[in-house]
């Protein structure tokens, strides 16, 4: 009876350590590893059950159709552990979640990757996939083949029919977050949100195949850029997108301790303050930028985040045609490149240079740095612009016959509005029969925030008076109870989409201007009609000019599609 029970002990022990056992700890493993060095993290590694069984496919896989031999379960272990490593490298090199498509631009990263970087993709990729491919059993041909159907299988409907992959993944996963690549591969695995992008991508280029044609589009970007260059005025542009900028006194059932804004920012703006309408509420502040670039609804058609799709190819947005004109285009992020799939958004929008601070890109050139933001988590909007304005000062000096196209795009007032006691410390009180504590901390911020806008805005007059500058909200934060808030405390009198509505601020010429209300698509045309003296809207319907029109949505409809058949190639 004992050897009976011996033996099954074994057997059972036998059972559970095994080849495939010893695999996923060492997956694990390495995942836990690479995220406490800053990779994606791994928390949610044994919840990914579709990615638990590609994994242990691709493990089995590998290993039938190695020689025999010793090392035979630790080889095989090797390609799908550098495809991993593949993500991690790239995702810690360049902040961007690793896509199939950038399989293409590995050549071009490579004679800019660090060379730190470069040796240990040598030593850690290089080397290890060779000697795997060394040790293939090149004589078990059936093997290899029948065993690569599933994966030849998965990628033809990634390819053939890729609306059915992405359907799968959308019901059967755990969700995909809007704003963030690597949490949604956090939560479903590298390589199953590899595939979702590429099957992401297909679908837009399927659904776009009839408004792709890039020769046509450069052509048009190229007569309309040479417009501006000939008879526009060639002035400065300076565009800000504030995050989460909520302007309190627009509550008419909330009364305050004292004026919520600073006497500088009443002083220089006075009424000339206006409304743009955002594509968003509450978050997803790429849909927002999306708008102000493009000049486009956010129709999400494609994705519910249009620069998810992006791939960096140019589609001639405001800064493409700007930078076609002359401009130097420069854009100025004040947190993370791997939100939103920004970068490649910002370049297929068309900027030149892109900055992000320091302490999120170590291994890139940039003028900014985060500081120590302490207990608010997020950079203060003065830090940020007193930077933009050192830079700015620079351009001007080094470059004073090149206009600049400057966007900035802040961090401070993301929610949960932690103010630092000591540096900002709370000076007013929300005085309302409903409580929202965001609100009494958004409303501080904004007191401190339009202190920061008043000085960086009339430095930048003195600095740069003939210019154009716009400052915007990308939406109104969520404050802790959402729309509710809002309705309760009438924001906006409760008119009509008003929780859509932002604070617009616009200064020509070193005077703050009125506009009637806008929405943010429309302000590529205010740049346009600015920098050609008012012509661009001579001939044209704008929204903010005296001609009365409805806006054509067919027409904006046909444009996005040309849009983002363009961005996705």
């Not at 056992?21 to 060492?26: H, Q, V």
Request: aromatic share 14%; with cysteine; charged share 20%.
């Amino acid at each position: 009876m004992t050897l009976l029970h011996s033996g099954h002990a074994k057997n059972f022990l036998q059972i559970l350590i095994n080849r495939y056992s010893i695999f996923l700890l060492g997956m694990y493993l390495y995942v836990s590893v690479i995220s406490s060095r800053g990779g994606i993290n791994s928390e949610l590694f044994f919840t990914q059950w579709f990615e638990l069984l590609l994994l242990i496919y691709l493990y089995g896989y590998f290993y039938l159709i190695l020689q025999p031999g010793r090392w035979r379960t630790i080889i095989a272990f090797v390609p799908v552990l550098l495809g991993y490593l593949v993500h991690d490298l790239y995702y810690l090199i360049y902040g961007k979640v690793f896509r199939l498509i950038s399989v293409l631009e590995l050549p071009e990263l490579m004679q800019v990757i660090p060379f730190g970087y470069g040796l240990s993709a040598l030593v850690f990729i290089v080397l290890p996939l060779l000697i795997f491919i060394f040790v293939i059993n090149y004589g078990n041909i059936k093997t290899i083949v029948s065993g690569a159907l599933p994966l030849i299988l998965l990628v033809g409907v990634v390819f053939i029919s890729p609306v059915a992959y992405t359907d799968f993944i959308q019901k059967t996963g755990n969700g995909l977050v809007k704003y963030s690549d690597a949490k949604s591969v956090e939560r479903n695995g590298r390589y199953t949100m590899m595939f979702y992008k590429e099957a992401e991508r297909q679908n837009a280029l399927s659904v776009t195949v009839p408004y792709r044609n890039r020769i046509k589009l450069e052509k048009d970007a190229e007569v309309k850029a040479q417009g501006f260059k000939k008879k526009g005025n060639q002035k400065n542009i300076h565009l800000i997108v504030l995050e989460s900028f909520l302007d309190p006194r627009l509550f008419k059932r909330a009364r305050f301790s004292k004026p919520p804004a600073h006497p500088d920012f009443e002083k220089l703006f006075k009424e000339n303050i206006g409304l743009s309408q955002s594509p968003v509420f509450g978050g997803a502040t790429a849909q927002a930028e999306f708008e102000v670039l493009c000049g486009v609804p956010a129709f999400e058609k494609l994705s519910s985040v249009e620069f998810n799709v992006f791939t960096g190819a140019p589609v001639y947005c405001l800064p493409g045609i700007l930078g076609k004109a002359g401009y130097r285009t420069v854009a100025t992020n004040a947190y993370k490149p791997n939100f939103f799939n920004i970068y490649a958004g910002y370049k297929g929008a068309g900027f030149n240079e892109i900055y992000f601070p320091k302490e999120f890109t170590p291994n890139q050139d940039t003028y900014l740095r985060t500081g120590d933001v302490g207990e608010e988590d997020f950079m203060f909007d003065g830090d940020l612009l007193d930077q933009n304005l050192k830079f700015i000062a620079n351009n001007l000096k080094q470059n004073p016959d090149v206009p600049i196209f400057n966007y900035v795009m802040t961090i401070y007032g993301h929610i949960p509005h932690i103010l630092d006691s000591v540096k900002r410390p709370e000076i007013l009180q929300v005085i309302s029969d409903y409580s929202d504590d965001h609100l009494q901390r958004s409303a501080n911020q904004f007191y401190y925030r339009t202190q920061a806008i008043a000085q960086y805005v009339s430095k930048l007059i003195e600095l740069d008076k003939e210019s154009l500058i716009i400052l915007v909200s990308d939406h109104v934060p969520p404050l802790r109870n959402g729309p509710n808030t809002y309705r309760e405390l009438h924001y906006l009198d409760n008119v009509k989409s008003s929780f859509y509505l932002n604070r617009l601020m616009i200064i020509e010429n070193g005077k703050p201007v009125s506009y009637h209300p806008l929405k943010h698509y429309n302000l590529p045309d205010v740049v346009y009609n600015y920098i050609s003296a008012g012509e661009f809207c001579r001939d044209k319907s704008c929204a903010f000019s005296d001609k009365e029109s409805l806006p054509d949505l067919q027409s904006l409809l046909e444009k996005y599609y040309v849009l983002m058949s363009h961005a996705s190639e």
